[in-house]
């Protein structure tokens, strides 16, 4: 604002300059008019030109405008009260109320109407023309009075937009919060919990084994070795969670995810004894006899660690949930890539899921784990539906599609040396 005042002074001091030098008396008078020009002119094109620079200077020194408004009535005094000078001066007080609020604005008004009043008084007999006598210094005050209303709306809308900042900032913050508490249940979920609950499970077969009459050594033997190795996976799990906490992100990390999901059916068929089927688009494999089918014989592109990281915790919560409460014969995992979607599918041939299930329901019930895969599918841009089977009780499909027009760019690598 004070900057546009600047530039209206700039354009009224260049219209008027030439009458009011015209109109000068020859000699000291002209000498002081032009001098008087000169130093209005260039004063206001410095504060327009950089007012971040030496505003402040003009907000600690109210003489600067004192001076300028004394330096400007020498030109007005030439040119006459009815001349394009006029306006400067009503832009003293406007440019006070910006700058110093209303006891300024109510000082410069004041000094510039009375300016005004003593240069009519020198031109004409006051009598004259009375109304016209007045209607400058009327509009100073008036300006002035603007100028510091206007002050009053800039500094409360600027404390208006400051506290809606501050209320987004707290808004993303707690956002942020919410997002890593829901991630960090996922994670939880997903890998250290089903772990501690395989231990505990084991550990109530352990203690019925040995509270029987005649304890069999070697079945309390396999039973505590597999409670060992279930607190050992949960232990690896919880470190791979806190790295994974603390590791930086690469861009340039790539995953093959076809790998990761054939190991992770090899792993999942000799836990729970389902035989688990992994293909691909081209050549099927069985684990855990047969080494899964790796990316390179697909067009399944390398996936940032991330996105990988949600498919592969999609395929296997789909799969616990196919063991636990399906009783399935076979799981079947696939990924293929055709036309430019990358599709998921984890498919058994259980018993399927209960007429009316949605997530709602198992949410409230406490089965948080349809609810972290569809978050998860969510936080990548991919789809997630479960497809049931043609026939009620032989099955239920999970079927993920992921755009890769979804997928962060692979960051190109720079050429080799020589």
Known sequence: M????????????ALAAPV????????????????????????????????????????????????DTLFGALP???????????????????????????????????????????????????????????LFPGLCLIVGAVGATQRTLLLRFGEATRTLTAVQARLAVTEAVNAERARLAREMHDSVAKTLHGV??????????????RPDPALIRRQADLVARSARR????SRDLLTDLRRAHDPDRRTDLCAELGSEA????????????????????????????????????????AVARHLLAIAAEAM?????????????????????????????????????????????????????????????GARLRMVPADRPGTGTEVRVELPLDALPPHPPHPPSGP
């Open 320 to 380: 616990e949930n196919a063991h636990r409460h399906a009783a399935p014969t076979r799981v079947e995992v696939g990924a293929d890539v055709d036309g430019g979607l990358l599709r998921l599918t984890v498919r058994d041939d259980g018993r399927g899921l209960p007429p009316g299930t949605t997530l709602e329901h198992l949410r409230d019930s406490g089965h948080f784990g349809l609810l972290g895969m569809t978050e998860r599918a969510t936080a990548i």
């Open 2 to 13: 004070c900057r546009h005042v600047f530039a209206f002074r700039l354009a009224m001091i």
């Open 266 to 305: 090899r792993a999942f068929s000799v836990r729970t004894g389902v035989p688990t089927t992994f293909r691909t688009a081209t050549a099927p494999t069985t684990a855990p006899s047969a080494a899964p089918t790796t990316a390179s014989t697909t067009t399944m592109p390398p996936l940032p660690p």
């Open 20 to 67: 009011a030098l015209v109109h000068a008396a020859p000699g000291l008078a002209v000498r002081l008019v032009g001098a008087a020009v000169v130093v209005t002119f260039m004063g206001s094109y410095v504060l327009f030109r950089d007012w971040e620079r030496f505003g402040p200077l003009l907000l600690r020194h109210p003489t600067l405008l004192v001076l």
């Open 200 to 213: 505990a499970l084991a550990a109530d077969g352990l203690a019925c084994s040995a509270g029987v009459v």
């Open 234 to 237: 949960a232990a690896a799990e």
């Open 76 to 134: 007005l005094i030439a040119a006459g009260p009815d001349s394009v000078l006029a306006y400067v001066s009503v832009c003293t007080p406007l440019l006070a109320g910006l700058v110093y609020s209303w006891r300024g604005a109510a000082l410069f008004a004041s000094l510039q109407s009375l300016i005004l009043l003593l240069v009519h008084i020198a031109a004409r007999q006051p009598h004259a023309d009375l109304a016209q006598s007045a």
